[in-house]
């Protein structure tokens, strides 16, 4: 286990995260007595297996002819790993261009667990540009309930290409299927960020989000698609956190870092972690996060910020994958949430101090002394409702209506 520390101090809290340690807060304490604190309990923690809680996440890339490997075998491998769920993640050639052939290998893994009796959960995501919806794909969800998610890339580039694509969504989204929307953060469109993102929570009916850099090529497009500006980056993450709009549990890099927050950088599934893999010439192979089958022993070299092991978690790019081709220059694009993460975690942290400060206000109140809580201008406020008074817990006067801020 790395001994990699991240402190931040606000008011009279400190706060201190170590990998694999849930972050310790401490009133009144040095930042010192923190650490050192936190390290005592090193001994005694248990680094839990990241198989134990995210299932094998096995990347089957859909090759131009559509050609697939056979799914029994690839099963039986699978089972061979000792793990009982798999998510299959068909990349590659969109996978509904070639839906026939991904139909069929989906119905052969139906085939095979049903014939076996085999133990395996087994999910599907595919990941597509929503070219179009091929014949038979509404009528193959009906029957698989709950079997696939669809993973839709989508840049706002081309924005009635992306208006078609929402309305595919919400369909499918209404027939009780997931679907995860990857919006690519380009240069181009960074005035319309916020916006793509209100307009894929609708669509997605409050589904999935991520915010990607690795942008859609664009037929016919003669301009080369640019990376944007980490400030522009930094500031709309920010917005997005501020906004509250979005459940950060299920909008990366937010819910990648409240994980590796909460659990460790090792229960993410990265590059070369044991719970990736991918499949090569019908066989299993250690793969990566995005997707490559060279990355096993690829080893990036860290991010020198301020944050570098969470850093390194959330950059989901390979040096491994193949070079982008078409109009997408692949330089300029690595490292894009870097700066982003010297705004998102303090704000983390500090909203660890705020839920803390509200519960010791609540553990610490007096005998049938009750406290109301109410929001104003995204500012969360607690007051007595016990005698009439009009001062607050602290001492402090209260305004017109008695509400105070908590902080």
């Not at 009635?160 to 990857?182: F, L, N, P, T």
């Not at 080893?299 to 040096?319: K, M, Q």
């Not at 705004?343 to 705020?354: D, G, M």
Request: glycine share 8%; charged share 25%.
């Amino acid at each position: 286990m790395t001994e990699t520390c991240i402190t931040h101090s606000t008011g009279d809290c400190c706060v201190a995260w170590m990998d694999g340690c849930p972050p310790r807060l401490a009133f009144g304490a040095t930042r010192e007595v923190v650490l050192t604190t936190l390290r005592s309990g090193l001994n005694d923690l248990e680094m839990s297996d990241p198989r134990a809680n995210n299932p094998l996440r096995l990347s089957l890339m859909t090759p131009s002819d559509g050609r697939l490997p056979d799914s029994a075998q690839v099963l039986v491998d699978v089972a061979r790993t000792g793990c009982s769920d798999v998510l299959f993640l068909i990349t590659g050639a969109d996978p509904l261009d070639h839906w026939p052939a991904v139909e069929l290998w989906i119905a052969g893994c139906v085939e095979y667990l049903s014939r076996t009796g085999a133990t395996l959960r087994t999910s599907i995501q595919i990941e597509t540009c929503f070219p179009s919806l091929p014949d038979g794909f509404c009528q193959f969800l009906c029957r698989h309930p709950g079997w696939c998610l669809l993973s839709v890339l989508d840049s706002g580039e081309d924005s009635s290409k992306s208006s078609y694509r929402q309305d595919c969504a919400a369909q499918i989204a209404d027939m009780g299927i997931r679907v995860e929307a990857k919006i690519a953060l380009i240069r181009k469109t960074a005035d319309r960020w916020m916006e793509l993102a209100r307009q894929w929570q609708l669509a997605t009916r409050a589904g999935a989000l991520a915010f990607t850099g690795r942008p859609e090529p664009m037929e016919g497009s003669r301009n080369r698609t640019e990376p944007p500006d980490p400030a522009e980056v930094a500031a709309f993450l920010a917005a997005v956190f501020e906004s509250r709009e979005f459940d950060l549990w299920y909008t990366d890099p937010f819910a990648t870092l409240l994980r590796a927050l909460c659990s460790g950088v090792d229960t993410i599934p990265r590059c070369g972690t044991p719970n990736v893999a991918g499949v090569s010439q019908g066989k299993l192979v250690i793969g990566c996060r995005s997707g490559s089958l060279e990355c096993s022993r690829t080893h990036r070299s860290p991010c020198d910020c301020e944050y570098a092991l969470l850093c390194d978690v959330i950059d989901p790019i390979c040096e491994a994958d193949p070079p982008v081709t078409g109009n997408v220059d692949g330089r300029g694009w690595d490292r894009m949430f870097c700066r982003a993460l010297q705004v998102l975690v303090p704000r983390f942290l500090e909203e660890l101090v705020l839920a803390a400060r509200y519960e010791q206000h609540l553990q610490n109140r007096r005998a049938g002394e009750r406290f109301r809580v109410a929001a104003r201008h995204g500012k969360v406020r607690v007051w007595s409702d016990k005698g009439g008074t009009n001062r607050d817990r602290t001492g402090g006067d209260n305004d017109e209506d008695g509400k105070h801020d908590l902080a």
